[in-house]
């Protein structure tokens, strides 16, 4: 049944991605919220966790099939999905909820979670540098993310809930709160997986190279269920849950999809090409945000509209390479 579906026109694909992503998206943040309520942790380690990994499905599910594929070109093109999702991220995800007011209260715990942000975008600055990404390499970063959810979650629970959480249509049954948000997460990840069929489609019928679809395409694709979750927590005044997803997804993006796949492969081997360009934009991009963050200066609506703005203008460069 799945494969009839991906035998669909891609324009139908990407439509019906859009839908999943949407609804998904929905589901995710009132399951999240519920059980941040119930476990008495703030919503920031929820979105920071439970609903990062939920997001970050699709560039699992991308990079795995990748690296299991033996191919190269698969390999840059998952590799170039994953810097491109962090860029997309920031610049996109991050600019839009700027833009509808979800990043005026940040929430305690966040400049630790900006500073983890960081560290992350240097080791893949040093991976990317070494070229490669061995088995032990990517199970240290996978342990190392493994430590920091540890130490997030005694965090939290010493500060308890930091701020007020509205009731969700769900209620407080915590059981069912973990079927919404786990409907939520294959919601999300099927939508993607249709989105990025689609839309790869469109993109290869269009003769654009594969390099290019991995930083544009598939990473967008794979950061648009961030975009869905980020901008219904945004719209319902769950900013907790926004910002984390956001800052959880680039973590997780690094240390837990390259970390599983360099261990599920034994290694992954990175282009060139990745030192010359990407690997510094996301490392800008990333900086400029902890910087904010650290300073406790407030990311308003003119910020999100000039980083959405920024990221077209860095869609428009790739294509006029």
């Not at 990407?14 to 519920?34: K, N, Y």
């Not at 715990?109 to 040093?126: E, F, H, P, Q, Y």
């Not at 965090?155 to 059981?175: F, M, R, V």
Request: charge should be negative.
């Amino acid at each position: 049944m799945f494969d009839s579906i991906l035998d669909l026109p891609d324009l139908i694909l990407v439509l019906l991605g859009f839908f999943l992503l949407v609804s998904g998206g929905e589901s995710m943040v009132q399951g999240a919220i519920t059980l941040a309520r119930r476990v008495n942790v703030s919503p920031l380690l929820i979105g920071f966790t439970i609903v990062a990994v939920g997001t970050s499905l699709p560039e699992l599910a991308v990079t795995i099939k990748a690296v299991s594929s033996n191919s190269e070109e698969l390999v840059d093109l998952a590799v170039g999905g994953v810097l491109g999702s962090n860029v997309a991220n920031i610049m996109l995800v991050l600019g839009t909820a700027a833009m509808l007011g979800a990043c005026d209260e940040q929430g305690l715990g966040i400049k630790k979670d900006a500073v983890a942000v960081m560290v992350a975008s240097v080791i893949l600055l040093i991976t990317v540098m070494l070229g490669e990404i061995s088995r032990l390499i990517g199970t240290l970063m996978l342990l190392s993310l493994i430590f920091y959810y540890i130490y997030s979650y005694k965090y939290s629970k010493k500060l308890g809930i930091d701020e007020e959480i509205d009731e969700t249509w769900i209620g407080e049954n915590i059981i069912l709160a973990m079927i919404i948000t786990g409907i939520g997460g294959i919601m999300i990840f099927l939508g993607a997986e249709f989105l990025i069929e689609g839309s790869t489609g469109l993109a290869n019928s269009m003769g654009v190279p594969e390099t290019i679809v991995g930083l544009s395409v598939i990473a967008l694709g794979t950061s648009l269920p961030e975009l869905a979750v980020t901008v219904v927590a945004a719209l319902r005044g769950h900013e907790g849950v926004a910002i984390g997803n956001i800052l959880g997804s680039n973590v997780i993006n690094i240390l837990g999809i390259l970390g599983v796949s360099a261990a599920y492969a034994g290694l992954i081997e990175i282009s060139n090409e990745f030192a010359g360009r990407d690997i510094w934009i996301v490392l800008i991009t990333s900086g400029i945000i902890a910087i904010m963050l650290l300073g406790e200066r407030r990311i308003g609506k003119k910020m999100g509209a000039t980083m959405v703005a920024g990221y077209l203008f860095y869609m428009i460069f790739l294509y006029t390479l």
